[in-house]
Structures are given as structure tokens and as C-alpha cells.
């Protein structure tokens, strides 16, 4: 395949002020000469690539597992894409591949399997159509959905689950891996519209609009004897009144924290963390990456709910690289519907 002379890149250009929306002020979408590979190395078309709310932490250093990135640096972020040169003895032209391929047309990489982790690259042996499958619902959403429910929430049948974002990427997996799992499960999404979704094509027990409801009244009505399990992927004031609304021996999963923007700064502890004693509860923070040695069986049981039906694929992409900053945007302004992606290049066809 004849490849483009020129590699298409989004760079850092400006660091968001605190609660700014993030979008395409914060980059620049600079061309620069296509890279080629050294012995060792691959280089790779970018297919899709994923955003997530951590993202924008990459730019502002605040919470997060990643060092900040620098102004000018190229933008980093996990995607899926295909071989398209390699000089690398493990890897072949055609093959697809998941890892951190940044924000580019073509990514230049030495897989080296050194950290051990998701950020590593790995091949995608028996790719499911469409591609956008691996980095959603069979990926790194219901992989954090489920390693988070069964791992740190330890769902049982006849726990009542509550999940907040619960009409984004990971909480709609999530919504749906708690059904599975035998939860009884409300969703806390931003509109009506999501809230009935949840409902009729997720098939959440119940539902509540945090943005119109009273979160606390709806909780007492829809859980009169507490939560077992929360989901967490919000943080806030919305985890502040969960708290308040705990049953005895309920476990609270940090996943995320996006109502708090992922700014840098100072920060204070939810003052209803006291009913974790009361009703003796505890509140555990997790990284999927953490069950990396985990992820075979993991994608064998979503694999599983999805050919039976019981996990319905969720995904929202938006189409082009320069929609990129606005897709990674669009998850603070509740923009998306399922798990945000980007299509950077049309799946290649299958076989
Ligand atoms: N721990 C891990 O290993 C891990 C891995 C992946 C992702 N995560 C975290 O999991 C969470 C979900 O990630 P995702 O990629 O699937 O994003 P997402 O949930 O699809 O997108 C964010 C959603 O959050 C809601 N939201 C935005 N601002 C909010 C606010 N101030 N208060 C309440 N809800 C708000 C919006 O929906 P509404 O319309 O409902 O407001 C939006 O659609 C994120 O916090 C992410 O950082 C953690």
C-alpha cells in the first residue's frame, strides 16, 4: 500500500484554566513528513482511537496515573489500528493492533512489551466487526466495567447497584455486566432522554436524572434499604449523597471522577464518608490495568454476553482526527451516548 507522505498530528498547544471546557483551543493539528520504521519498529494506521475523561489530565498534570505532557508534545491516547509497515520479526502487515498510538493518522512504534500493562502494544488476534468493538464494549470500557464490578464491588444477585454516568462508556457497560451479574441496578445519567434509554434499551431497573431530580429523595424511594454497591464514576457531590445512602457492608468503586474535571488542586474528602463506619462499608479506588494478567478471561466472558445478547455493544463515534479535541470535550458536557471513539480511518475490511 502507497502511504501518504505526510503524518497528520495533534500536539499541545494550550493547557485548559481550571473548569475550562477542553476542546480544539488546547491543540494544534500539525502535518509533519511520515515517519519511517527502524529495524525493530512497526508503523501503524490509526483505525479509531478512544478518549476518556483522564485525558484531559494529560494536559493539566492533575489526578491521574500519567506524567503531564509539555506544550508542543504530541497528544497522547490509546487506539486500535493496522500494520502497515513493520520491520519488527513479531509483527506482519494487515495485522491489527491495540496500544497508545496518540492522537495521529500513523503511529511509529518499538513494541517492546516492557510495562506489561494495556498501554503496551498487543495484537488483536480474532478481530470482531466492526473494530470499534475491541476498544468499547469488548475493550477497555467493559473491561473497567467489569473488573470493577467483580473485583472490587463484588456484586452479588439481589445486590442493588447503582451506577453514576451510568449513559456513558463504562457505566453503560456496567449498567448491563450488574444485570448480569444478578444486580438489581439504577443509573444516574444528566437528561430524560438518557434516563429512559437506560431503561428500555439498557434495561436498568430504575433511573434518576441527577441534573432535575432530588438525587437524595429518589435514592430513599428507589432504595429504602441502601445501596450494596456504587459504581462510581463521577465523584462529587453525587458521591457525597450516595454516601449518605449506603446499606451495611456496601462497597463504593472509585473509577473515575469527572465531576471534578480532572484539575489540579486541592482537594477535600466527601463529608458523608462517615457512614462508612456506621454501616461498616468500604470505598476502594482500582485502575483496569491493574488486572492486566486478567483481561483473557475477562474477554471471554463479555465476549460471552455479547454473542448471547445479554451485552449490547454501546459505542458513539465521531468521525475524522480533527474531531478529536471535541469528542474529548464533548464527555465534560455530557455530549455522548455510550463510549465516545474517534474513526480516524474507515475499518479495513475483514480478512
Ligand atoms: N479506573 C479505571 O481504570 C478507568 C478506566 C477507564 C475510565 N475510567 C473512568 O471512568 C469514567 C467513565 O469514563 P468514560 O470514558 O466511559 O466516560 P463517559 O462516562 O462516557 O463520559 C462522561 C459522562 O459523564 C457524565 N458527566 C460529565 N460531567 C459530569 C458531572 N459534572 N457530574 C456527573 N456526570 C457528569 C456525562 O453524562 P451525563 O449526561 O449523564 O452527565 C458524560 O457523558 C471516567 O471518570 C473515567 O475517567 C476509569
Excluded at 22 to 48: A, C, K, T
Excluded at 219 to 248: C, K, M, Q, S
Excluded at 262 to 284: D, F, I, K, Q, V
Aim: glycine share 12%; net charge neutral; hydrophobic share 40%.
Amino acid at each position: 500500500m502507497d502511504l501518504p507522505t505526510f503524518n497528520r498530528q495533534w500536539r499541545v498547544a494550550r493547557r485548559p484554566l481550571d473548569g475550562e471546557p477542553v476542546g480544539d483551543h488546547n491543540f494544534d493539528l500539525v502535518s509533519s513528513p511520515m515517519p519511517v520504521p527502524e529495524e525493530g519498529e512497526i508503523l501503524v494506521q490509526v483505525i479509531l482511537l478512544g478518549t476518556s475523561p483522564a485525558q484531559r489530565s494529560y494536559i493539566t498534570g492533575g489526578v491521574g496515573m500519567h506524567s503531564k505532557l509539555g506544550i508542543g508534545d504530541p497528544m497522547r491516547g490509546r487506539g486500535l489500528g493496522i500494520v502497515r509497515h513493520s520491520r519488527h520479526p513479531a509483527y506482519r502487515e494487515g495485522e491489527i493492533v491495540i496500544g497508545s498510538l496518540g492522537w495521529q493518522d500513523y503511529a511509529l512504534l518499538r513494541p517492546d512489551g516492557t510495562t506489561g500493562t494495556i498501554f503496551d502494544i498487543y495484537k488483536v488476534d480474532n478481530p470482531v466487526w466492526p473494530l470499534r468493538l475491541h476498544l468499547g464494549t469488548l475493550g477497555a470500557a467493559g473491561m473497567t466495567a467489569y473488573f470493577g464490578l467483580t473485583k472490587v464491588g463484588q456484586v452479588q444477585p439481589g445486590d442493588t447497584v447503582l451506577v453514576s454516568a451510568a449513559a456513558g462508556g463504562v457505566g453503560s457497560a456496567a449498567v448491563q455486566i450488574a444485570r448480569a451479574l444478578g444486580g438489581r441496578v439504577i443509573g444516574i445519567a444528566g437528561s430524560d432522554d438518557k434516563c429512559a434509554w437506560l431503561r428500555d434499551t439498557l434495561k436498568a431497573d430504575a433511573s434518576i436524572n441527577y441534573r432535575s431530580a432530588d438525587l437524595a429523595g429518589r435514592l430513599r424511594e428507589l432504595a429504602p434499604d441502601g445501596i450494596n454497591v456504587y459504581f462510581d464514576n463521577v465523584g462529587g457531590t453525587i458521591l457525597n449523597t450516595v454516601l449518605d445512602h449506603l446499606a451495611l457492608r456496601a462497597r463504593v468503586i472509585i473509577c473515575g471522577l469527572i465531576a471534578t474535571d480532572y484539575a489540579p488542586g486541592e482537594r477535600y474528602g466527601p463529608p458523608n464518608y462517615t457512614r462508612l463506619l456506621r454501616y461498616r462499608s468500604r470505598m476502594e479506588g482500582f485502575f483496569v490495568q491493574d488486572h492486566a494478567a486478567e483481561f483473557p478471561v475477562a474477554e471471554r466472558q463479555l465476549r460471552a454476553w455479547y454473542d448471547q445478547g445479554v451485552l449490547l455493544p454501546i459505542e458513539d463515534p465521531s468521525q475524522g482526527l480533527e474531531t478529536m479535541p471535541a469528542a474529548l470535550g464533548s464527555l465534560f458536557a455530557g455530549g455522548n451516548r455510550g463510549v465516545r471513539l474517534c474513526q480516524v480511518a474507515p475499518d479495513p475490511s475483514p480478512g
